[in-house]
């Protein structure tokens, strides 16, 4: 079978990404403007033998793909602001009881049920920091349909190697543009299956007992091994526990599994960067009209470049700091109050060059609003 091309919608795009990373299992509750995910998924699925389910609310299908997933399925839900903000608690007992699940977000205007039909990109730091706890967390984003179908196969694949919860972070323009797909042919784009446990019928299994390698094999829960799953503090057998020596180790092995990969998960592309000493941070479809500006000033003589970011959490510190290290200053471009510009000053090693970038209007940041920006920037004398 050979790649097909295809003119879609983001959340389209989304969809084919998912279906082939062999998603088999979908809970949701339509939201503006993920809806369309749901939508496309509700026909797609079925067909492939997959099951699709629309529950009461957001709450409810975050828990339904907890289920589907324990039982051995690839599963994936998506939402929006409010939604999103109702799947925190049961997004934290994903990430304690490790239980590989993706989440697509297509960020709409908040607060509250704010521009429900317009472009923001305000949900960077919940992505983050929205369930309570230490804990650590994997974002993908894009700004292209080509990569939301990439970073919704690589959401899978993270989900399921190191099996943790993934929060793929779209927004309303990406979501709704429609440009050009090529869906890769069966086989050609490697695909992470789920991890099951060779622990034979009968024999202890530890569902909570890391290989060598760190990964821990999975039983479909319901077969042939009987284990506890909880969201409290466990042990290895996912028995509830307050010793401090279990906490402390599960604690970090939560944390330690998702910092100590950053760099395997960290997904960007540069731009015009070979030389550059003026530098733009961006992400999302706010990096498709910031790589406008790069090729215009490029033609004007700046030498100025682009660092556009597929992964936001782990923050890719590394890729950052080596971007900045040569800059006068560094721009960051982003339709929130600046929340990957405070991850960005925390990796530079001058974080007094760096600046906010944005606007919060819900309207997509345009090229003009980038360059009078930049004439305020570079009339500060970096």
Known sequence: MAATVRFVQGNEACVEGALYAQLDFFAGYPITPSTEVAEHLAKRLPQKGGKF????????????????????HKVMTATSGPGFSLMQEALGYAVMAEIPCVIVNVQRGGPSTGNPTHVSQGDVNQ??????GDHSIVTLTASNHQDIFAMTVEAFNIAETFRTPVILLLDEVVGHMREKLVVPKPGEVHLVERLRTAVKQGIDYHPYLPRE????????????HRYNVTGLYHDMWGFPTDKSVMVHELIHHLVDKIENNANIMAHYRTHQMADADQVLISYGSAARPTRHVVDHLRKRGERIG????????????QAVCDAARQAKFVGVV?????????????A????????????????LITDADIKNTLRMIQGKGT
Do not use: Y
């Not at 992505?127 to 309570?132: L, N």
């Open 213 to 224: 390698d760190g990964r821990l094999p999975m039983s479909d829960f319901g077969d042939v």
């Open 306 to 317: 682009l660092l556009e970011l597929q992964t936001l959490w782990p923050f890719p510190r």
């Open 334 to 346: 982003e339709m929130n109050m600046g929340q990957i510009l405070n991850a960005v000053k925390l």
């Open 348 to 363: 530079v090693e001058d974080p007094e060059r760096v600046f906010l970038i944005n606007r919060v209007d819900g309207e």
């Open 127 to 132: 992505a983050r920091w929205g369930t309570h």
């Open 53 to 72: 389910i629309q529950m009461e609310d957001e709450i409810a299908s975050m828990c339904a793909i907890i289920g589907a997933s324990l039982t051995g």
